[in-house]
T-cell receptor
Framework: AQSVAQPEDQVNVAEGNPLTVKCTYS??????LFWYVQYPNRGLQFLLK??????LVKGSYGFEAEFNKSQTSFHLKKPSALVSDSALYFC?????????????FGSGTRLSIRP | DAGVIQSPRHEVTEMGQEVTLRCKPI?????LFWYRQTMMRGLELLIY????????DSGMPEDRFSAKMPNASFSTLKIQPSEPRDSAVYFC????????????FGPGTRLTVT
């Protein structure tokens, strides 16, 4: 089965420091991987995707993610955190066994940036 | 662009009552998804449509749940009869067929069943 795991429920970072939100995946075949963000009382927003090409993918709001095939990871990163980055972050993978368009979300990681 | 529109934003109802949640996808998007989010179970896909046709309803919890998409600009999720364990935030999302994984979520409907 296709799945993603987010090993940390919560990540705390000081403003201005680099941040990393971890994600590992388990898929058969080539993975299609995504990151979404959810701000309080809002729906999820698409941040970035990896389908093919460069292992370092750039997305919205200065975020990037690094695809690492050997470690089956797709960690989300940002060089300098902002307080406004505080939100719930979801890693996701395409469900290749569905007919189309279905993605499977991880459990989410709450990112808290302290001033 | 108004984004995905959901109504109502909040719904409080008593056990046994019928609940109807509504969604208007982004104009031109031809895929529509219904999700449920709870603390215990996280984010679950209930059903999705492509060009108004239900493609996968394997996530629908039981027969009390039904969803329709009569046209490209409107979808409903109905729960009849509702139960306290249905309390959750229900999200609708839409996407373009050519970019199926970039889903645009609505603000959600917070359902409380007492």
């Amino acid at each position: 089965a296709q799945s993603v795991a987010q090993p940390e429920d919560q990540v705390n970072v000081a403003e201005g420091n680099p941040l990393t939100v971890k994600c590992t995946y388990s898929v058969s075949g080539n993975p299609y991987l995504f990151w979404y963000v959810q701000y309080p009382n809002r729906g999820l927003q698409f941040l970035l995707k990896y389908i093919t090409g460069d292992n370092l993918v750039k997305g919205s709001y200065g975020f990037e993610a690094e695809f690492n095939k050997s470690q089956t990871s797709f960690h989300l990163k940002k060089p300098s955190a902002l307080v406004s980055d505080s939100a719930l972050y979801f890693c996701a993978v395409r469900d290749k066994y569905s007919s189309a368009s279905k993605i499977i979300f991880g459990s989410g990681t709450r990112l808290s940036i302290r001033p | 662009d108004a984004g995905v529109i959901q109504s109502p934003r909040h719904e409080v109802t008593e056990m046994g009552q019928e609940v109807t949640l509504r969604c208007k996808p982004i104009s031109g998007h031809n895929s529509l998804f219904w999700y449920r989010q709870t603390m215990m179970r996280g984010l679950e896909l209930l059903i999705y449509f492509n060009n108004n046709v239900p493609i996968d309803d394997s996530g629908m919890p039981e027969d009390r749940f039904s969803a329709k998409m009569p046209n490209a600009s409107f979808s409903t999720l109905k729960i009849q009869p509702s139960e306290p364990r249905d309390s959750a935030v229900y999200f609708c999302a839409s996407s373009l067929t050519r970019r199926p994984y970039e889903q645009y979520f609505g603000p959600g409907t917070r359902l409380t069943v007492t």
